[in-house]
């Protein structure tokens, strides 16, 4: 079975540019969560989509959004980028029948210069 | 304060020795995570609880939900355990991850 793939591995963007990170969960899993770890701090959660569904957001500005496609496939989408956005993007998926055990991906390195 | 803690935060230790990582929450949760991270970023769930003891290989985990601490713990430590553990709890309701900052362990040959 394949785990949760991410794309692409590495994103290199410039400042008031826009980025868009793609997740596929795995097979099954309905549930995708985006995370956010920044060099040097922890894992901050960023989103989190079931069903095709916004359920709930951390503490991001607003030019942070995403959506969640008809196969549960997932996109973050990130305006304006800010030299600070620089960081790893992991994706996790889950199912209400794996009792929401998370799930992540490889990740994707973006770099804001 | 900290919603999740772990404890410590860096532990070097010879290989085979015991190994115990603690991880102390404040506020209600439904499960308790404990995540792998090696160099690179690449994270591995490595046990999800509510209550009690897993156990995999040489990995055991435990949560007091009482006392809301957890603990996991490596016998037989080996340099292939090197790696960022992570632990993690999830809210009731919207299971999105709130995490600790990690415990660095390396372990030396």
């Known amino acids: 079975e394949a785990g949760v793939t991410q794309s692409p591995t590495h994103l290199i963007k410039t400042r008031g540019q826009q980025a868009t990170l793609r997740c596929s969960p795995i097979?099954?899993?309905?549930?995708v969560y985006w995370y956010q770890q920044a060099l040097g701090l922890g894992l901050q959660f960023l989103l989190w989509?079931?069903?095709?569904?916004?359920?709930n957001r951390g503490n991001f500005p607003p030019r942070f959004s995403g959506r969640q496609f008809p196969n549960y496939s997932s996109e973050l989408n990130v305006n304006a980028l800010e030299l600070e956005d620089s960081a790893l993007y992991l994706c996790?998926?889950?199912?209400?029948?794996?009792?929401?055990?998370?799930?992540f991906g490889p990740g994707t390195r973006l770099t804001v210069t | 304060k900290n919603e999740v803690e772990q404890s410590p935060q860096n532990l070097t230790a010879q290989e085979g020795e015991f190994i115990t990582i603690n991880c102390s929450y404040s506020?209600?949760?439904?499960?308790l995570h404990w995540l792998q991270q090696h160099p690179g970023g690449g994270i591995v769930s490595l046990f999800m609880l509510s209550s009690g003891k897993k156990k995999h290989g040489r990995l055991i985990a435990t949560i007091n939900i009482q006392e809301k601490h957890s603990s996991l713990h490596i016998t037989a430590s080996h340099p292939r355990d090197s790696a960022v553990y992570i632990c993690a709890v999830s809210d009731f309701g919207n299971e999105k991850l709130t995490f600790g900052t990690g415990t660095r362990l390396t372990i030396i040959p």
């Open positions: 989509y079931d069903e095709g569904e916004e359920r």
């Open positions: 996790a998926s889950s199912s209400q029948t794996a009792s929401y055990e998370q799930y």
């Open positions: 097979s099954g899993h309905t549930s």
């Open positions: 506020v209600g949760i439904s499960a």
